[in-house]
């Protein structure tokens, strides 16, 4: 507990977040599976991944909530499972399902929360109050949580774990369900927080452009295991120059055809047919004659620069909403709370 | 004790602005003791006791009401749990004793002061005043219950995934716990193969306790009620503790 606390930030080689082997089971099926990584002080880092890859299962089990099956983590040099209580004040977290007490109001919930952390009255009133305002909730802040918005219950929450300041943040899934200009004004908060706290934030999300945006480094996850981990440019950068996607009522002949050696890889989805290559603009044409010599159709073709979303097909060969995600995502939404 | 007092202040604020419940929770006790109370008062007679049957029937509905809200803010754990509060507690430096103690705290208080709601109304319907000295007896009893089955409803929410089984716990409680106490009948006049039951029972120490207090009479010794019911508050404590220790968010 001292040992953290004692250094300053910026002279501890302490890696904020250290994971090794880290694996989780429910009975027979692995929701992680032996995943390591390394996260430094002061870094954003993303956790990618589709429905049930098990990014909340992760944070749980950094944040002390579910013990591992195997392998450790540490966390500001303290073990996850040895030493609970030094992780669990080093560590602030915003659940992916909503956790507010409803029937207080937002001043109430974060005083209780701060007093649950020890904050002395003084600092907890006028934290609390500058939390507020930061998240722009002062205005409402004797309002009971249960008469807030989705996006301001996501703000308290976020306003909430860091009420402690915590060395480490971690935000699950912390845009889900907010309009997009919500989305960007708490995107602009996060990376400020960052940059002016040194705050430690590891967060999950699926949505690629929040990936792509916030982190310095991103994991993709799926199926438990990561797939890879680097920076959005290297990731993005790793799969070749230019991606061309062409639209077409037969997609499977497309993949078939396209075999030259300047293709880096070719994925066909949803009609889709995406093909990986450098120097697009030069074999264009090239691609465009063969298609037609073989008297397939060309519905429409597009060329530009890989995104994460390309990324995420190439490693996991699928796309990252495929298997019904949207509708997951909106049961979500009407809080599993709701009526039990 | 900061740990404590937080969870203990939420619970009774909850409480406290849960006007509806506070308001439906009186009306099945004042039911009770009008029919019971008015409808019985002139053809039972409590042997030992020259008041009616209102009278004595008069501790065993406040203690119900104490009974019931306790149980009841007890279980509220499983709220908690599916609001996910309960994992953002959880997730704080604290121990889960200090929860524990803090919601047990919590319900007792909210118990006891549905309890005296409810004597309020009583005198104004009609009880004979009572000393100061035998009220505050009644109400250290009603806390005694409270602590008791605040905790055992911990315990029950520690141990249940979600509401399902809440109304089978809570007929449990109303028609074992209630039902066997001496709260509507007096244990002298019990057949054989019921008294035991009913002397196993805490809630008729408890009942026994705010008899003596209110009315000064009781078939169980004061002293006696004391022992078990503060026994049975540490014990619903202790396994409380020990099963919300295991408590999964
Ligand atoms: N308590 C549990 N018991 C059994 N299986 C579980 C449990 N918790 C999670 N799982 C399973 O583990 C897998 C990973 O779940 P997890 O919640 O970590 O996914 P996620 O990446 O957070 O997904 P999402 O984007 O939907 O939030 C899922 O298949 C899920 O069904
Ligand atoms: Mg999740």
């Known amino acids: ?340 | 004790m900061d740990i404590v007092y937080t969870i203990w202040l939420r619970s009774v604020k909850r409480y406290l602005r849960s006007k509806s419940r506070i308001i439906g929770s009186l009306g099945m006790p004042l039911f009770l003791m009008l029919v019971l109370g008015f409808g019985l008062d002139s053809v039972v007679q409590i042997p030992g006791m020259e008041e009616g049957y209102m009278d004595f029937i008069i501790p065993g509905i406040v203690a119900m009401s104490v009974l019931f809200t306790s149980v009841f803010s007890g279980i509220q754990i499983i709220w908690d749990k599916q609001f996910g509060f309960l994992k953002a507690t959880l997730v704080a430096p604290v121990s889960r004793l200090e929860i524990m103690i803090g919601q047990t705290l919590g319900g007792a208080t909210a118990a006891v002061i549905q309890g005296l709601i409810l004597m309020v109304l009583v005198l104004l319907i009609g009880l004979h005043p009572v000393s100061i000295a035998g009220f505050l007896i009644a109400v250290g009893f009603m806390a005694l219950i409270g602590v008791t089955f605040t905790a055992l409803g911990i315990a029950i929410a520690s141990r249940m995934e979600d509401m399902h089984g809440f109304q089978l716990i809570m007929n449990f409680i109303v028609f074992v716990i209630f039902g066997l106490s001496g709260a509507l009948f007096p244990i002298d006049g019990l057949p054989d193969y019921i008294r035991p039951l009913t002397l196993a029972d805490p809630l008729t120490y408890g009942v026994e306790g705010i008899r003596y207090g209110l009315s000064g009479i009781a078939q169980v010794h004061p002293f006696t009620c004391l022992a078990v019911m503060a026994s049975c508050a540490v014990l619903m404590i202790v396994v409380g503790a020990y099963l919300f220790r295991k408590i999964q968010s």
């Not at chain 1, 950094?62 to 195997?70: D, E, F, H």
């Not at chain 1, 303290?78 to 915003?94: N, P, Q, T």
């Not at chain 1, 029937?103 to 701060?114: R, V």
């Not at chain 1, 044409?285 to 097909?313: C, W, Y």
């Open chain 1, 1 to 340: 507990m001292t040992r953290s606390s004692a250094s300053p930030q910026t002279t501890n080689p302490t890696p904020a977040i250290e994971v090794c082997n880290l694996t989780k089971s429910f009975g027979n099926f692995v929701a992680v599976d032996n995943i390591s990584f390394s996260i430094a002080r002061g870094e954003i880092f993303g956790l990618l991944g589709p429905n049930g890859a098990g990014k909340t299962t992760t944070i749980s089990m950094l944040s002390t909530i579910q013990k591992p099956t195997s392998g450790t983590a540490m966390i500001n040099g303290h073990d996850v499972v040895a030493e609970e209580d030094a992780v669990r004040k080093s560590i602030g977290i915003v659940f992916q399902d909503q956790s507010l007490d409803e029937e207080l109001t937002a001043y109430e919930n974060m005083d209780f929360h701060g007093r649950l952390y020890r904050i002395p009255g003084e600092v907890r009133r006028k934290r609390i109050g500058e939390l507020l305002a930061l998240v722009g909730l002062e205005d409402r802040k004797d309002d009971f949580v249960k008469t807030y918005s989705g996006g301001m219950r996501r703000r308290l929450e976020i306003a909430r774990g860091l009420l402690h300041e915590p060395k480490v943040l971690f935000l699950d899934e912390p845009t889900l369900g907010l309009d997009p200009q919500t989305r960007n004004h708490l995107w602009e908060y996060i990376a400020r927080l960052n940059e002016e706290k040194g705050i430690t934030i590891i967060l999950t999300t699926h949505y690629m452009e929040e990936a792509d945006r916030l982190c310095d480094r991103i994991a993709i996850i799926d199926h438990g295991a990561i797939v890879v981990l680097d920076t959005a440019e290297n990731l993005k950068n790793s799969i070749g120059g230019d991606v061309v996607t062409i639209t077409s009522p037969d997609p499977d002949a497309i993949a078939g055809l396209l075999t030259a050696p300047w293709v880096s890889s070719i994925e066909q989805h949803d009609g889709l047919v995406t093909i990986h290559l450098q120097e697009a603009d030069r074999h264009i044409p090239g691609i465009v004659t063969a298609i037609h010599q073989n008297g397939i159709g060309i519905t429409s073709l597009s060329v530009r620069k890989p995104t994460l979303e390309d990324v995420f097909l190439h490693y996991t060969g699928r796309t990252i909403r495929e298997g019904g995600a949207t509708g997951k995502e909106a049961m979500r939404m009407i809080y599993r709370a709701r009526g039990g």
